[in-house]
């Protein structure tokens, strides 16, 4: 006796492709499933996380795209935990971490290149140097608020520590690519991203 399958058995099979890194099936099956319920978020971001395990940021950008474009917005995940009678919150990390890497392979082929003389540790060979800048929590900031603000709103960003040039050139780059400005105040000024440029003058 034959049956259509219903959203739990192509939601199944969608995750089964996340195991097995099955790209071209995982469409298929995300595809089906957004049939049945196009306002299903938790499809978008499964399909989104294969794509990014396969190293396709480009694809990861456009279903980010459609999300926005479709007002979908996924529950954040959120942990707590309790240090020294103080409850500290961390939200979204992972996705964030996605985003950068997409925002990141976007901005290479705009011309950023990682400038290795703000990598502040002792690390051999050029990828690990590349690294350690990767995630600095000022490039954190932009792509949470790339994430969560309203398209054309300005981002504000708040910093401890002074800007290194490297962050300071990967926000100058993605307020071009992105079409958005930001403004990050660090111990010594206010810099207002716009367009490529800051009002620092690249002296700071």
């Known amino acids: 006796m034959g049956f259509e399958p219903d959203g739990a058995m192509w939601r199944t099979l969608l995750d089964g492709c996340r195991a097995h890194k099955n790209v071209d099936l995982a469409m298929h099956a995300a595809e089906q499933i957004l049939k049945l319920n196009p306002q299903d978020a938790g499809s978008y971001i499964l399909l989104s996380n294969i794509y990014a395990n396969a190293g ?44 950068l890497e997409s925002l990141i392979q976007r901005l290479v082929r705009a011309g950023y290149v990682p400038d290795l003389n703000f990598v502040l540790k002792d690390l051999e060979g050029e990828e690990q140097r590349e690294d350690s800048l990767r995630y600095h929590s000022e490039k954190l900031a932009v792509v949470f608020g790339l994430m969560n603000l309203p398209k054309g709103q300005t981002i504000r960003i708040r910093k401890n520590l002074r800007i290194c040039g490297d962050c300071h050139l990967f926000v100058k780059l993605a307020t071009k690519l992105e079409k958005r400005t930001i403004v990050i105040r660090d111990p010594i000024r206010y810099h207002h991203f716009h367009d490529g440029a800051c009002s620092c003058g690249d002296y700071w």
Do not use: Y
């Open 56 to 99: 396709r940021w480009d694809d990861v950008a456009g279903i980010r795209k459609v999300m926005n474009e479709k007002g979908i917005k996924k529950q954040p995940g959120c942990s707590w935990i309790e240090v020294g009678k103080q409850i500290h919150t961390f939200v979204l990390i992972n996705e964030i971490k996605i985003q």
